[in-house]
């Protein structure tokens, strides 16, 4: 089994910079895509950015340019640096990590979300 635990969300006025991180543990063979999703009340969980075991990245056009995802394979932790932040960008953001655990292949993992506030 695989755990996922965020930390790093909180109060900020806009204009300000959050990271947060999403640290996995437990049976991790490979961390083969690491992605940041978030959610406001009434609407649909949206993606903010992935990146994947090959490096490859996307963002959502919204935070492209404010935000960078980025991981640390030696830790099993995804990273998301957000600046630039914006009322707009309020909303409980959760990682989303496909793990390989062993040979029945990777399994999909969901954090516990952390709430971001952009407010003066």
């Known amino acids: 089994q695989v755990q996922l635990v965020e930390s790093g969300g909180g109060l900020v006025q806009p204009g300000g910079s959050l990271r947060l991180s999403c640290a996995a543990s437990?049976?991790?063979?490979?961390?083969?895509?690491g992605g940041w999703y978030r959610q406001v009340p009434g609407k649909q969980r949206e993606l903010v950015a992935t990146?994947?075991?090959?490096?490859?990245?996307r963002y959502a056009d919204s935070v492209k340019g404010r935000f960078t995802i980025s991981r640390d394979n030696a830790k099993n932790t995804f990273y998301l640096q957000m600046t630039g932040l914006k009322p707009e960008d309020t909303a409980v953001y959760y990682c989303?990590?496909?793990?390989?655990?062993?040979?029945?292949?990777?399994?999909?993992?969901w954090g516990q979300g952390t709430q971001v506030t952009v407010s003066s």
């Open positions: 990146l994947t075991g090959s490096s490859l990245i």
């Open positions: 989303n990590l496909v793990v390989v655990s062993g040979p029945g292949g990777p399994n999909n993992y």
């Open positions: 437990g049976r991790i063979f490979s961390i083969e895509t």
